[in-house]
């Protein structure tokens, strides 16, 4: 089976899961190919909206590096982000944005706000979708279900 | 004077540029008049690119209430918000975004990605732009005035 970063950002995704958080999941990766942030939803738990997997794992990296931004680190998250998650992305000057399933609902990379297409965007991550989308699409489609029978 | 919640956001942002931060300022208010969340900027002190005004007073908004939607409540804030904010103000629901100057550069509600103008925008607050607009304006250029002064 095919593995990557993305892998990890799975292994959050199943965690957030557990723990009755919608299952997406993020790492931040330096060049060096070290992980340096990670982390699943939250927003339940804290009762914070702001609390997305990518924005988790983008405050980790930052405070690992002790500087706000993280020129040359990749980020890799299970679902496409939202305009919240995108606009922090390009704060945080992200290289490369991996995101495995689309999120044709609630996404702003490909559809909706396409946060990244527009001049007021002042860092323009390269951006590479469909990474192990299927297992990404997967995890959050099993989540969903379970709620459903469980009348949620 | 005309005076109004802004008036409080506008506290905020002085209080961020006496921090070295960037001056914009918000404040959280509840539909009975209560402020139950406020803040400045905190990008630099916390090498935080997350820590825009709006969700440091989004998230204190919703430790004070003890849950993730801020459903009634009103934020106003300084300055024209980014996209983040604007995905952030969505998620939290709130009823009406107050905004201060426009921010053609980098704002996210009446240009570039718009925000609240996509189906993915699960939540549309009303907007009220242009409240106490110099005064928010001029906070602003007053800090980066003194910025370029210290070759900064």
């Known amino acids: 089976m095919f593995t990557s970063f993305m892998t990890d950002a799975l292994a959050e995704a199943r965690e957030a899961a557990a723990r009755g958080e919608v299952p997406v999941g993020a790492v931040v990766v330096t060049s060096d190919g070290e ?3 990670r982390g699943g939803n939250q927003t339940r738990e804290h009762h914070d909206i702001t609390q997305h997997a990518e924005i988790v794992a983008l405050r980790q990296a930052a405070q ?3 500087q706000e931004r993280l020129d040359g680190c990749d980020l890799y ?3 496409e982000p939202c305009a919240m998650c995108a606009g922090a992305i390009s704060h945080a000057r992200i290289r ?4 495995g399933a689309s999120d044709p609902k609630s996404g702003a990379v490909h559809v909706g706000a396409r946060v990244f297409e527009h001049a007021q965007s002042h860092h323009k ?3 590479i ?11 959050l489609k099993v ?3 379970a709620q459903r029978d469980l009348g949620r």
């Open 35 to 37: 992980i340096i942030g």
């Open 64 to 66: 690992t590096l002790g």
């Open 77 to 79: 998250v299970t679902l």
């Open 96 to 99: 490369r944005l991996y995101f």
């Open 125 to 127: 991550p390269e951006v």
């Open 129 to 139: 979708s469909g990474l192990q989308e299927e297992e990404c699409a997967e995890v």
């Open 143 to 145: 989540f969903f279900a």
